[in-house]
């Protein structure tokens, strides 16, 4: 009844990836942690008695219930200890203990890219993300995206005409967000999988949506920002990826994409970019402390 366990955690507050390593690194799995006493518990940085208390009160039965109706949903739960689990996302300091699934992840998922933009994009910037989206999915690459209007939706279905792709929301999965992406997150799950990290009846909010970003980074060797305003939740995406190691292109031509620019992200140039080259390089890139400057080997 791992499963159980895992989302039994994530349910005390004040437990996050952090705190949820140290457990297991005391105890040594998951269910152990729940054989514990008080005293050992609260012997961990972090754990407050009551924390410990929730931890022992947690209704283990009923969460595995819960899970079996989930399942009868076509509804996964991914957990650390499931070979499932997105391999970049889990050594993440602040990896999400579980995931709600609907559709498969696959070991080709390791070789992903996210495309990310505003919500409110101009008609050029659109078919830049459809035809990027697809380009780069039928060379092999799993597109990621938030499932938001705009540029989101437009990655998503370039990958969805020519291989896979994965949504991660900020709401939970029986919620999907925005209601206007209901068809499309059914086709994702389809040809790729939808992620929260979220209760499945959980409704999105401002700072869920926030909190996703650093996950659609984590799942993505690169991330792509065709579009942005100067506020843009992209340029969070995009900090995010930086701060993971991972490499952040952009299309210049917005005030966010030329920030990002400025700043030292690759720049792709849509009109007479070999997609090859760009495939290439995002598949062949480790996690690296620095991302690519301009400098770097040409993609057009």
């Not at 919620?175 to 059914?186: K, M, Q």
């Not at 389809?190 to 959980?202: D, I, K, Q, W």
């Not at 993971?244 to 966010?256: F, L």
Request: hydrophobic share 45%; with cysteine.
């Amino acid at each position: 009844m791992s499963g159980a366990h895992w989302l039994a955690l994530t349910t005390v507050s004040g437990v996050g990836g952090v705190t949820a390593r140290k457990l297991i690194e005391r105890f040594g799995d998951v269910e152990s942690i729940f054989a514990a006493s008080v005293a050992e518990l609260s012997e961990i940085p972090r754990v407050t008695t009551l924390m410990a208390q929730q931890i022992l009160a947690a209704p283990i039965d009923q969460l595995e219930n819960e899970l079996l109706s989930l399942s009868d949903e076509g509804i996964d739960l991914l957990t650390w200890d499931d070979v499932r689990f997105p391999t970049r996302v889990r050594p993440l300091p602040d990896a999400p203990m579980v995931l709600f699934m609907r559709g498969v992840i696959k070991r080709a998922d390791d070789h992903a890219v996210a495309i990310v933009g505003t919500r409110e994009p101009s008609q050029s910037a659109i078919e830049v993300a459809t035809t990027i989206g697809r380009e780069l999915a039928a060379r092999g690459l799993t597109i990621v995206s938030g499932l938001a209007l705009g540029i989101d939706t437009a990655g998503h279905r370039g990958a969805i005409e020519t291989g896979r792709t994965i949504a991660v929301l900020g709401s939970g999965i029986r919620f999907i967000h925005p209601r206007e992406n209901v068809e499309l997150a059914e086709d994702i799950s389809g040809c790729g999988a939808v992620l929260s990290e979220l209760h499945p009846n959980t409704p999105p909010k401002g700072q869920n949506l926030m909190a996703r970003d650093r996950i659609i980074s984590g799942l993505s060797r690169a991330v792509i920002v065709i579009e942005a305003g100067e506020k843009s939740g992209s340029l969070d995406t995009a900090a995010k990826a930086i701060k993971q190691g991972r490499w952040v292109y952009a299309v210049p031509g917005s005030a966010g994409t030329d920030q990002l620019i400025a700043g030292g992200a690759r720049v792709i140039h849509p009109a007479a970019l070999d997609f090859d080259a760009l495939a290439a390089e995002v598949s062949q890139a480790a996690t690296h402390p620095t991302p690519p400057t301009p400098q770097q080997a040409s993609l057009w």
